[in-house]
């Protein structure tokens, strides 16, 4: 099966994935709730929240110029933005295909080293994670009602997780563990020749040299402040709507951070965009809070079109202006 085929099946799989989800969610959707909540949309807020998003990206972009200058290169801002633009833009076709796009845009422009690109990229996805499993701690000791609410208001959720709890994992683990020991040890020689290994072992590479970026450059203050910014410009493209529908506008910081968290756990499901699994999570969380299930469904439909339809336009600009602004090269 060559490469081609490969990718349209990944797309065909992840996109079936997402849109079932989807269907499962709206089958039900009263249009006429849909057609009164778009009527009556306050607009300004729906442009702040793009505003948010849009220098959410520009952040990102300073701060990866300033990951790669320790390795002596100075990329242009107008690349740098693009090539994060086109992360995004990539991943609506498929998940985590714009970690490569990013640096190979980079390499292609900028004639930065794709191994250099991607250590640094790599860094910023463990960033990533770091934050939001912190914001998720922080979550659950301040509103540990919305995660119980979330599981009873979803009997699949609760069975699923009473499964594990009853299951006998907790034994199988220690065991499979010792197994795994047991094997490295024997047959080591032999693991470190697969191309699996040599695989994982690029990675870790990578993952060091975005390490050692930080830790060579200047300003690390201000790349924790860039860091923090763009997580603060990410709850706010998501807290900033619920002031333009009347059905979720007394909704207080603590409930936004309740589903911009659970909701940040949708747009990592490998599904394009978050489609479906966004929409679930957001809009059961938002149920818990206290906002009827109608309207809850319409504010995860509309808030993820805008912010889709924001990534798709951006995308395409920045597709279309690389070569532009590059012309030279």
Known sequence: MNKQVKNILKFLIFL???????????????????????????????????TA???????????????VHPYGYRPSFANSFFAVISTYFANLAIPRLGEITRPSILKKYENIPFSTSFGTIVLERIIDVIILLVLTVILILTQTHIFVGFVNNNP??????????????IYILPVIFILSIVILYFY?????????????EDIIEQFLD??????????????LFYTILIWVMYFLMTYFPVFAFEST?????????????????????????????WHFLVAGTL??????????RVFALIVHAAQTLMIVVLGIISTALLPVVNHQK
């Open 210 to 223: 975005g390490i050692r970026s930080v830790q060579a450059m200047k300003g690390k203050w201000l790349f």
């Open 53 to 67: 998003g849009i220098l959410s990206h520009v952040v990102r972009a300073i701060r990866w110029q300033m990951m």
């Open 287 to 296: 149920v818990v809070i206290g906002i009827n299930d109608q309207d809850a």
């Open 16 to 50: 079936s994935a997402g849109l079932f989800l989807f269907w499962l969610i709206y089958k039900d959707q009263d249009i006429d709730v849909l057609i009164d909540a778009v009527e009556h949309i306050n607009y300004f807020w729906i442009s702040l929240s793009l």
């Open 156 to 169: 699949n959720v609760a069975e699923k997780l009473e499964q594990i709890q009853n299951s006998n994992l």
């Open 249 to 277: 506008n007394n909704i207080t910081i603590l409930g936004g951070l309740s589903f911009f968290v659970i909701g940040s756990y949708g747009m990592v499901a490998p599904v394009q965009g978050g489609i479906g699994a």
């Open 188 to 200: 080591w020689a032999k693991i470190k020749q697969t191309g699996l290994y040599k695989k994982f």
